[in-house]
């Protein structure tokens, strides 16, 4: 049982070229979210989905676009990067629709570098 | 933008010790509090998911008790031992009408147990 697999682990990248952060999870989890992580700064939600074709913006969206074509598969795209990106990703998943009453479980996170 | 406060932000504790800290949260449409525990290059794993007024749950040396009337938390580490060492995070959830959203994060104590 993998739990929340994240892809790449490590990732730099130009200003301006685009790419996408994997998050598969095998735990049939309905409710998946990206987060990121700062120095200083909490973990900020960036978009979340309570399952299969639903998705919803989290506290810092722009620059960034998600889909959920499967239960399992929760991608990050990154449209042009921007320095300001820079930062370490988490994906999470969590059991339940309506979500987070049960516990999250998160990926290993992705440290994405913008040059 | 909800903000959940921790303090302290950073905590020295000898090992034998206990100790404790705080999570404080908008008291309105609460819906879950998290207790996180995060060691350095790991992903967040749960400790605890608390949603009624007044619970207590405890796992270990660790335990925790939630007052959503006033919105605060309060996790408690009864023994301290080196492998304690860790940010520990407290995450809270509302529902806005629509059912639950994201999870908010604070920015976590940082604590270190001393030999």
């Known amino acids: 049982n993998a739990g929340v697999t994240q892809t790449p682990k490590f990732q730099v990248l130009k200003t301006g070229q685009s790419m996408t952060l994997q998050c598969a999870q095998d735990m049939n989890h309905e409710y998946m979210s990206w987060y990121r992580q700062d120095p200083g700064m909490g973990l900020r939600l960036i978009h979340y989905s309570v399952g299969a074709g639903i998705t919803d913006q989290g506290e810092v969206p722009n620059g960034y676009n998600v889909s959920r074509s499967t239960t399992e598969d929760f991608p990050l795209r990154l449209l042009s990067a921007a320095p300001s990106q820079t930062s370490v990703y988490f994906c999470a998943s969590s059991y339940g629709q309506v979500g987070m009453n049960t516990e999250a479980f998160f990926g290993q996170g992705t440290r994405l570098t913008v040059v | ?115």
């Not at chain 2, 040396?61 to 580490?77: D, V």
């Not at chain 2, 860790?86 to 994060?105: E, H, K, N, P």
């Open chain 2, 1 to 115: 933008i909800l903000n959940v406060e921790q303090s302290p932000q950073s905590l020295h504790v000898q090992e034998g010790d206990s100790t404790n800290f705080t999570c404080s949260f908008p008291s309105s449409n609460f819906y879950a509090l998290h207790w996180y525990r995060w060691e350095t290059a790991k992903s967040p794993e749960a400790l605890f998911v608390m949603t009624l007024n007044g619970d207590e749950k405890k796992k270990g040396r660790i335990s925790a008790t939630l007052n959503t009337k006033e919105g605060y938390s309060y996790l408690y580490i009864k023994g301290s031992q080196p492998e304690d060492s860790a940010t520990y995070l407290c995450a809270f959830i509302i529902d806005s009408g629509g059912g639950a959203d994201g999870l908010t994060f604070g920015k976590g104590t940082h604590l270190i147990i001393q030999p």
